[in-house]
């Protein structure tokens, strides 16, 4: 058994869509990047590789490279899940930290999308909300992601 940990945040910032473990979330506001800047998926990415010992999501994805610019996340997803070989994922924990908007209305709809793409079953799938109290000074802009995978 190997356990990996990923970490991500982006900005906030208007004129981009909010997208979350692939599902689109209405909000006047989106996260920027260089490619939709899903941080469920990026987070879950470097921990997977994580738990392989395989670096990260730059090396295989560098931000400076042109390709990359709009790159869909699962994409990256897909080429993390690629390197699992005959590895399994066990479970997997996500926390994801965003004062607004409110996210615990989407956390089934994020839980689907995982379970679908992982072919996970859902009870090895848990999706965590918290809010950052309004302590971060970038409590209203930015969202954060931790991710825990265990694979075996
Ligand atoms: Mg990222």
Same mark, same amino acid.
């Given at each position: 058994m190997?356990?990996?940990? =990923? #970490? %991500?945040?982006?900005?906030?910032?208007? =004129?981009?869509?909010?997208i979350?473990?692939?599902?689109? !979330?209405?909000? +006047?506001k989106?996260l *920027?990047?260089?490619?939709?800047?899903d941080?469920?998926?990026? *987070?879950?990415?470097?921990?997977?590789?994580g738990a @392989?010992?395989?670096?990260d999501?730059?090396d295989? #994805?560098p931000?400076? %490279?042109? +390709?990359?610019?709009?790159?869909?996340?699962k994409?990256?997803? $897909? $080429?993390a899940? *690629? @390197?699992l070989k005959?590895?399994?994922?066990?479970?997997?924990?996500?926390t994801l930290i965003?004062?607004k908007p409110r996210l615990k209305p989407?956390k089934?709809k994020?839980?689907e999308s995982? &379970?679908n793409l992982? $072919? @996970?079953?859902?009870?090895? !799938?848990?999706?965590? !909300? &918290?809010s950052?109290?309004?302590?971060?000074?970038l *409590?209203?802009?930015?969202? #954060?992601?931790?991710?825990?995978v265990? !694979? #075996?």
């Amino acid at each position: 058994m190997r356990v990996g940990l =990923g #970490f %991500d945040v982006h900005r906030l910032v208007k =004129g981009r869509e909010l997208i979350l473990a692939g599902v689109k !979330i209405p909000y +006047k506001k989106g996260l *920027s990047g260089v490619s939709d800047a899903d941080v469920v998926f990026h *987070s879950l990415s470097d921990a997977i590789l994580g738990a @392989l010992g395989l670096g990260d999501i730059g090396d295989y #994805f560098p931000p400076q %490279d042109k +390709k990359n610019k709009g790159l869909e996340s699962k994409v990256i997803l $897909k $080429k993390a899940l *690629s @390197l699992l070989k005959n590895k399994k994922i066990n479970n997997l924990d996500i926390t994801l930290i965003s004062d607004k908007p409110r996210l615990k209305p989407y956390k089934d709809k994020m839980r689907e999308s995982l &379970k679908n793409l992982l $072919k @996970l079953s859902k009870d090895k !799938i848990n999706i965590k !909300i &918290k809010s950052q109290e309004s302590l971060l000074p970038l *409590s209203k802009e930015a969202i #954060f992601c931790i991710s825990v995978v265990t !694979i #075996f």
